[in-house]
């Protein structure tokens, strides 16, 4: 981006007119996953392609209380979606235009506690509801007090996202598109969500300074990303997805999902131990949400419902990923804060 400014200066009875260049290095100009709503009561943030659940706490018993409950709204309207967390024994119900609601986490605060939800209209439009749409109840179905400002940045909850991409020989050819969709996907994630990017062959590379395990800021990482990636070798799929789950945050306490996105295109070939079922109680273990896009080659089942998401790329490889791309920035730009008094 080039920001050109003309500067006309006078001096008594000459003049002289010069031209400023400013350039912007490209990894600053960050435009956020956002359009306009004329309603300004109810923002839309962004049509996705596909809904992404960000839950990592749920229980369907609990669910289904609410399910067959009576809980109202404040104003004595039903609601229309609900989610509920089950470590926090908080209930959220909306109303008006939401269809659909997830709560990625509860954090403890000093005042209370911080809720990050996911909201959704029709259409798949993630959306920020009116206050008065929302309603927050305890597991006793007790309702609980909050405040909450739409489109509020999620500043004081931080994210962390893992991004594995796989550069095994068989994805020579794609990694062209592969790091130009990933790329574009980290520039627009907001300042709440923490990044580490690693490649992975017949092993787990990462792409920080020494090969260091920390997560900043996700444009600050791209980077890492300014060296072209070569293919070849093996898989190590199962490998990837570990190290994915194990990412943390340092410094920063959340219970927010530890997001991990794998870009592949062919199962498992190198063995370092790990099996699905280890991977599974791993997966538990560290919170973590699973989503998978798959380029081209895919062997039907064979992460046996490991992953949250899976995408499959079988004709337009630029467009789906940037589809998925687009439903996962989309997704956790969107994610608004509920601010849940003691």
């Given at each position: 981006?080039?920001?050109?400014?003309n500067?006309?200066?006078?001096?008594?009875?000459?003049?002289?007119?010069?031209?400023?260049?400013?350039i912007?290095?490209i990894?600053?100009?960050?435009s956020e996953f956002?359009?306009?709503?004329?309603?300004?009561?109810?923002?839309?943030?962004?049509?996705?392609s596909?809904?992404?659940?960000?839950?990592?706490?749920?229980?369907?018993?609990?669910?289904?209380k609410?399910r067959?409950s009576d809980?109202?709204l404040?104003?004595?309207?039903?609601?229309?979606?609900?989610?509920?967390?089950?470590?926090?024994?908080v209930?959220?119900?909306?109303g008006?235009?939401?269809?659909?609601?997830?709560?990625?986490?509860?954090?403890?605060k000093?005042?209370?506690?911080?809720?990050?939800?996911?909201?959704?209209?029709?259409?798949?439009?993630?959306?920020?509801?009116k206050?008065?749409?929302?309603?927050?109840?305890?597991?006793?179905?007790?309702?609980?007090?909050?405040?909450?400002?739409?489109?509020?940045s999620?500043?004081?909850?931080?994210?962390?996202?893992?991004?594995?991409?796989?550069?095994?020989?068989?994805?020579?050819?794609?990694?062209?598109?592969?790091?130009s969709?990933?790329?574009?996907?980290?520039?627009?994630?907001?300042g709440?969500?923490?990044?580490?990017?690693?490649t992975?062959?017949?092993?787990?590379?990462?792409?920080?300074?020494?090969?260091?395990?920390?997560?900043?800021?996700?444009?600050?990482?791209i980077?890492?990303?300014?060296?072209?990636?070569?293919?070849?070798g093996?898989?190590?799929?199962?490998?990837?997805?570990?190290?994915?789950?194990?990412?943390?945050?340092?410094?920063?306490?959340?219970?927010?999902?530890?997001?991990?996105?794998?870009?592949?295109?062919?199962?498992?070939?190198?063995?370092?131990?790990?099996?699905?079922?280890?991977?599974?109680?791993?997966?538990?273990?560290?919170?973590?949400?699973?989503?998978?896009?798959w380029?081209?080659?895919?062997?039907?089942?064979?992460?046996?419902?490991?992953?949250?998401?899976?995408i499959?790329?079988?004709?337009?490889?630029?467009?789906?990923?940037?589809?998925?791309?687009?439903?996962?920035?989309?997704s956790?730009?969107?994610?608004?804060?509920?601010?849940?008094?003691?």
């Open positions: 981006m080039i920001i050109r400014l500067v006309l200066v006078f001096c008594f009875f000459v003049n002289s007119a010069f031209a400023v260049e400013i912007a290095p990894e600053l100009q960050i956002k359009i306009s709503d004329p309603d300004v009561l109810t923002k839309t943030l962004g049509t996705v596909f809904q992404i659940d960000l839950s990592a706490a749920h229980d369907d018993l609990l669910a289904l609410v067959r809980l109202k404040k104003d004595g309207r039903s609601f229309t979606a609900f989610g509920v967390h089950k470590k926090a024994g209930i959220i119900i909306a008006g235009d939401v269809t659909h609601l997830s709560i990625a986490s509860v954090s403890d000093q005042k209370g506690r911080d809720a990050g939800v996911l909201f959704y209209g029709k259409d798949n439009k993630v959306i920020s509801p206050l008065k749409d929302i309603a927050v109840f305890d597991a006793d179905f007790k309702p609980l007090d909050f405040n909450y400002t739409p489109m509020k999620l500043s004081s909850l931080h994210m962390p996202v893992a991004i594995a991409l796989d550069t095994s020989g068989s994805m020579d050819g794609h990694l062209g598109a592969v790091v969709a990933t790329r574009d996907f980290m520039k627009k994630l907001p709440s969500a923490r990044c580490q990017i690693f992975f062959s017949n092993d787990v590379v990462r792409l920080s300074d020494n090969g260091k395990r920390y997560l900043k800021s996700c444009p600050y990482m980077y890492h990303l300014n060296k072209p990636l070569k293919a070849g093996a898989t190590a799929l199962y490998k990837a997805i570990e190290t994915g789950f194990e990412s943390d945050i340092q410094g920063f306490v959340t219970d927010l999902p530890n997001i991990t996105i794998v870009v592949t295109d062919g199962i498992n070939t190198a063995d370092y131990g790990q099996t699905l079922e280890s991977l599974k109680a791993t997966k538990a273990k560290t919170n973590s949400k699973l989503f998978v896009f380029v081209g080659n895919y062997e039907t089942g064979h992460l046996k419902g490991l992953a949250d998401l899976e499959v790329s079988t004709n337009n490889l630029d467009a789906d990923l940037q589809n998925f791309f687009q439903s996962l920035g989309v956790i730009s969107g994610l608004q804060v509920l601010h849940i008094g003691k």
